[in-house]
């Protein structure tokens, strides 16, 4: 896969996301989740800069829905063998990198992978 180029810790998962962008909207898994990107599964390909509008889809507990997290973003690459840091996979989708995301919802995330990224 190359030199590792992220510069903060990412959580192995699998959560829903909603994609917007040139192919339309998507409904996809994100398989790997850091403060600055995401990596999404999928088996059609995006193109590489193209800008997308992204909805995250947190746990909630017990049978509640959990928050959402809205972001946009560019995607910088795809992968036919991306594994996760868990060793999960290999997918096939294409990594993003957050470039505009609010305050609240970066709140939001920033909370979910502290809390699970402490618990290790």
């Known amino acids: 896969m190359g030199a590792e180029r992220r510069q903060s810790a990412r959580l192995a998962l699998s959560l829903k996301i909603r994609v917007d ?5 998507q409904t996809l898994q994100a398989r790997d989740v850091s ?4 990596f999404i599964e999928s088996s059609r390909s995006m193109s590489v800069g193209s800008r997308i509008e992204c909805r995250l889809e947190l746990p909630g507990e017990g049978s509640e829905r959990g928050p959402r997290v809205e972001f946009a973003g560019d995607v910088r690459h795809q992968s036919r063998e991306y594994e996760t840091s868990d060793g999960g996979g290999p997918y096939r989708g294409f990594g993003v990198r957050i470039t505009r995301i609010g305050v609240d919802d970066q709140k ?6 502290d809390e699970r990224l402490a618990a290790g």
Request: glycine fraction near 26%; avoid cysteine; hydrophobic fraction near 35%.
């Open 35 to 38: 403060y600055e990107g995401v």
């Open 108 to 113: 939001v995330l920033k909370h979910f992978l």
């Open 21 to 25: 962008g040139p192919g339309g909207r």
